[in-house]
């Protein structure tokens, strides 16, 4: 097994489903001769051509306008926003059609697509208020989509692949501090993380933070330093924020009894909400504590100073602060 | 052309019939009156090419050959409609007829017929895409973007502008700064041609045109028909933004009688054998009217089935590439 990184992970997902399915194909800005502005589709100009990996005009809602037309006829598209900030043009389509088609129909068409997009921020690793954004929430509202976050490089190519594979419209959303900093073993050869399952990230018997994305190292830093304490924190790493897995955040939250939410989106109507309210319908009898959230500030994106953005930023410290909190209960 | 213009115009008459009976709810946009524009398109292309239009739609199923009675049915919100009543009166599809809808949202179903032209153009298919709108669509942001894909990629899509007049209850004066539509498409370098959308010949004329010209790979085709309607924007509309006289004048053209009275002319058909589809026509439609009003509503327990295509069941996703509603279906 090679060693890669996130990005690459999600390029060889990508470049290991168009050899094997003639139907994928790649639409976006600067997807194509330069790969991407992160490097995603790097190489798969050269291998698979422009009919397969379209370079588009600046225009986000026809860029998946376009991919919901190649998907009714029977294709498989990977559409690329650059930024996820710059997918609300997108909405009307991601929303209004894509979302509804199978219901709208009755089951009599499908929309098999794929939507990419690089989110969130980080002190060092965002461009402010239009390249940080975490909109998660707004599209795990809607039913008829998939919101997939991975954390990790395996999870980023074993879920890409099922998305690609979904016959309903998945938004892939990829945490760009992830892209270069995380480096692991992934399998060569193709295979599946299955859509809606999460993962223990790690297992603990005391209390439960329930996360995704990039979060979720936070997250296990913090619980490392609470663990030379002797607090065992267990770390859910959601992987898909819709479909929930809704088995795995009850069974969790009933063992632990103490159940934290940790997000860099903002707090207010988002998935931590979600969640908070499951354990509450679903855990009340085997609560020790209330169920806690931390996330983003009521902002309404990362500002660009550093001294702003370490404020909007979790981080380690700021979760081992509320985990702290909680193990108090 | 004659028996499919007599068909919208007597199912919109028992329409608007059953509207004022309160047998069909919501909103009802009749096409009446520019029955010419989708008659004189949709006969002069072949029955696999594919349409998409707006939410004044019952015009494109019926000239698409959707049953009548299916297609009532769904205006009545019924199980058997061709939607099963999840779509009611602007949102009629068929898939297996290659009609892709009615859209709601003012040209937000442009792109997603580019997109299928371009999944044409990539499988190396032989049909064009019908892709129809109002003067009202071009001031919409995606109207632009959608054109401006389908020129740079020569995408076999002809766009089909019905100029009548009107977007909603603004005036062509108060929502575009150019009264010829095809002024829009030069900016694209599209070929285009305005034609009468009150003479079904010259719709079929400037159709087969411009479908020839996308199908023998030359890219897109932009076509304008004034036209007019007869009635109000929607039931709901007092139509207090235009003047009787100018109704009436344009009500003088009726694209059926003209046509009537051309078929004749030219000796095609007899004043008797017109007078007996009209017979024909207004007996299917009553039947239309019986069997939706005599079919059962939708089961509510089916409520919230086709969302999604199945559960999240990663076994069935992990071998080879899987049967999806395509074009050939």
């Not at chain 1, 929309?111 to 690089?118: D, E, N, S």
């Not at chain 1, 632990?256 to 309210?277: F, I, P, Q, R, S």
């Not at chain 2, 079904?200 to 087969?208: P, R, T, W």
């Not at chain 2, 009500?251 to 046509?259: G, R, S, T, Y």
């Amino acid at each position: 097994m090679a060693e890669i990184t996130y990005v690459e992970a999600i390029r060889s997902a990508m470049e290991q489903e168009m050899r094997r399915d003639d139907r994928v194909l790649l639409m976006g800005e600067d997807v194509g001769p330069k790969g991407g502005v992160f490097g995603a589709t790097a190489g798969l100009f050269a291998e698979f051509g422009e009919e397969r990996v379209i370079d588009s005009p600046l225009a986000e809602a026809a860029i998946v306008g376009v991919a919901i037309g190649c998907a009714l006829a029977g294709l498989r598209p990977v559409a690329e926003i650059q930024f996820l900030d710059f997918i609300p043009p997108a909405m009307d389509q991601i929303i209004s059609e894509a979302a509804k088609i199978r219901y709208r129909s009755n089951n009599d068409w499908s929309c098999p697509l794929v939507i990419r997009a690089p989110c969130g921020g980080g002190v060092h690793v965002h461009g402010a208020l239009y390249h940080s954004q975490s909109l998660e929430a707004l599209f795990a509202h809607v039913p008829g989509l998939k919101v997939v976050i991975p954390s990790t490089p395996s999870d980023a190519k074993g879920l890409l692949l099922a998305a690609i594979r979904d016959p309903d419209p998945v938004c892939f959303f990829e945490h760009k501090a992830l892209y270069r900093s995380l480096r692991e073993e992934v399998p060569e050869e193709e295979y599946l993380v299955p859509i809606g399952k999460g993962r223990v990230a790690r297992e603990g018997r005391d209390l439960t933070c329930i996360t995704y994305g990039a979060t979720v190292h936070e997250v296990l830093a913090a619980a490392e330093r609470l663990a030379q304490d002797g607090i065992q924190v267990e770390v859910v790493d959601l992987r898909t924020v819709r479909p929930l897995d809704r088995e795995l955040i009850v069974s969790s939250a009933r063992k632990t009894g103490k159940v934290l939410v940790a997000h860099e989106a903002n707090l207010a109507v988002g998935v931590g909400a979600e969640v908070a309210a499951i354990v509450a319908e679903e855990c009340f009898q085997q609560l020790d504590g209330p169920v806690m959230r931390i996330g983003g500030p009521e902002i309404p994106a990362i500002p660009f100073a550093e001294s702003l953005a370490e404020v909007y930023c979790l981080g380690p410290d700021k979760i081992e602060a509320k985990l702290r909190e909680l193990a108090a209960y | 052309m004659y028996r499919r213009m007599v068909q919208i115009r007597h199912f919109e008459e028992h329409a608007a019939e059953a509207y004022a009976q309160a047998k069909v709810g919501g909103f009802l946009h009749l096409y009446i009156g520019e029955e010419a524009v989708a008659v004189g398109a949709i006969a002069a292309v072949r029955e696999e090419d594919h349409v998409l239009g707006h939410y004044r739609d019952h015009g494109y199923a019926l000239a698409k050959g959707c049953d009548p009675k299916a297609c009532m049915a769904e205006l009545f919100g019924r199980e058997t409609g061709l939607c099963h009543g999840r779509g009611g009166s602007m949102h009629l599809a068929e898939a297996a007829r290659h009609y892709w809808g009615g859209y709601a949202i003012v040209g937000s179903h442009i792109p997603i017929g580019a997109g299928m032209a371009y999944a044409m153009q990539y499988l190396e298919q032989p049909e064009v895409v019908l892709d129809f709108f109002g003067d009202g669509a071009t001031g919409n942001g995606i109207f632009h973007e959608g054109l401006n894909m389908a020129a740079l990629w020569n995408l076999p899509v002809v766009f089909i502008c019905e100029n009548n007049l009107y977007g909603m209850g603004a005036t062509l004066a108060e929502e575009s700064p150019v009264r010829d539509m095809i002024i829009k498409a030069e900016g694209y370098t599209m070929p285009s041609v305005q034609c009468d959308g009150m003479d079904v010949l010259s719709v079929y004329e400037a159709v087969q045109k411009a479908a020839a010209h996308c199908r023998s790979g030359q890219g897109p085709y932009f076509v304008e028909a004034l036209t007019y309607r007869f009635r109000g924007h929607s039931m709901a509309d007092p139509e207090l933004y235009r003047d009787k006289d100018e109704v009436t004048r344009w009500k003088a053209l009726d694209p059926i009688p003209k046509f009537g009275e051309f078929c004749v002319e030219h000796r095609i058909s007899s004043e008797q054998e017109l007078a007996q589809v009209k017979e024909e026509v207004e007996a299917e439609m009553l039947e239309a009217v019986r069997f939706a009003d005599q079919s059962p509503w939708p089961d509510p327990a089916t409520v919230d089935q086709w969302i999604y295509a199945k559960p999240i069941d990663p076994e069935a996703i992990a071998t080879g590439p899987d049967q999806l509603s395509s074009v050939e279906g």
